[in-house]
Nanobody
Framework: QVQLVESGGGLVQAGGSLRLSCAAS????????MGWYHQAPGKQRELVAAITSNGRTNYADSVKGRFTISRGNAKNTVYLQMDSLKPEDTAVYYC??????????????WGQGTQVTVSS
């Protein structure tokens, strides 16, 4: 199996910054892409940012210019640097990974979620 462990959420004032981290471990052959989604109360889970194995990135329009997604040197870790945070960024943030595992094929995995709260 594969595990995604997230860290870095918390409470911050509007205009502040937070950095989320997510590490993948377990039965991993290759990682095709990793990303972050968020889900606010009463709303659907939405893509925030994603990065492919070759470094191509994709961002939601609402976070362009404020958030930066990157991968660690070991390629099994993904970071989300969140700057100029707004109250509307408040949500649970979930790490997501598209992974090929030995003997199991390709699956999408999710982390447990980390709360980000931005106060006005």
């Amino acid at each position: 199996q594969v595990q995604l462990v997230e860290s870095g959420g918390g409470l911050v004032q509007a205009g502040g910054s937070l950095r989320l981290s997510c590490a993948a471990s377990g039965n991993i052959f290759t990682i095709n892409a990793m990303g972050w989604y968020h889900q606010a109360p009463g709303k659907q889970r939405e893509l925030v940012a994603a990065i492919t194995s070759n470094g191509r990135t994709n961002y939601a329009d609402s976070v362009k210019g404020r958030f930066t997604i990157s991968r660690g040197n070991a390629k099994n870790t993904v970071y989300l640097q969140m700057d100029s945070l707004k109250p509307e960024d408040t949500a649970v943030y979930y790490c997501n990974a598209d992974i090929n595992s030995y003997g199991l094929g390709r699956y999408t995995y999710w982390g447990q979620g980390t709360q980000v709260t931005v106060s006005s």
